[in-house]
């Protein structure tokens, strides 16, 4: 149960596009369509931001989308906001019959 | 409204025992998988466990296995954590989360130490 690999930290200006991406394997986000990613500001409970790769719940901004190209999966957050600057974590149904996270990343607003 | 109010955390002892709640409203509860996550003080998330709606199929992280316990009481509209021989590095704030998880509870802090 190894955890997904993400990036520490991303940075981006306002207004600029960035791509947070999630690397596993095919036993957990190649083999499935069940990735999703969280925004989790601190001191705050983890919000659900994309679920099944490319969905968003109802109230998420059309400014985040998933996507998933073998065994990575990515979240794309556009027209980059000072709201935005949080932490975000992957996470992955396995073969295992588990769920298991990325280790999170930092997006910092500049 | 969905709600997930949790409850039972707190310090104990390397070696000893605490349950976790969690109790929900709002929605079917039987109709949902649950989870439960971990987050150990300025680390990232951790899955720990999940149940079926019915309760007949478990699973758990292999840090937790043997140790933990997850149940649920569809009557009550609860989810539970049992954990025993609990370690110092199950220090952390325990999270209980519905489905994908889509709600999460607001977490309950687990302080194990002497």
């Known amino acids: 149960q190894s955890a997904l690999t993400q990036p520490a930290s991303v940075s981006g200006s306002p207004g600029q596009s960035i791509t947070i991406s999630c690397t596993g394997t095919?036993?957990?986000?190649?083999?499935?369509?069940?990735v999703s990613w969280y925004q989790q500001h601190p001191g705050k409970v983890p919000k659900l931001m994309i679920y099944?790769?490319?969905n968003r719940p109802s109230g998420v901004s059309n400014r985040f989308s998933g996507s998933k190209s073998g065994n990575t999966a990515s979240l794309t957050i556009s027209g980059l906001q000072a709201e935005d600057e949080a932490d975000y974590y992957c996470s992955s149904y396995t073969s295992s019959l588990t769920r298991v996270f990325g280790g999170g990343t930092k997006v910092t607003v500049l | 409204e969905v709600q997930l109010v949790q409850s039972g955390g707190g310090l104990v002892q390397p070696g000893g025992s605490l349950r976790l709640s969690c109790a929900v409203s709002?929605?079917?509860?039987?109709?949902?998988?649950m989870h439960w996550v971990r987050q150990a003080p300025g680390k990232g998330l951790v899955w720990v466990s999940r149940i079926s709606g019915d309760g007949s199929s478990t699973s758990y992280a292999d840090s937790v296995k043997g140790r933990f316990t997850i149940s649920r009481d569809n009557a009550k509209n609860t989810l539970y954590l049992q954990m025993n021989s609990l370690k110092g590095e199950d220090t952390a704030v325990y999270y209980c989360?519905?489905?994908?998880?889509?709600?999460w509870g607001q977490g309950t802090l687990v302080t194990v130490s002497s």
């Open positions: 709002g929605f079917t509860f039987s109709s949902f998988w």
């Open positions: 989360g519905r489905g994908v998880p889509d709600y």
């Open positions: 099944d790769v490319i």
């Open positions: 095919s036993s957990d986000v190649g083999g499935y369509n069940y």
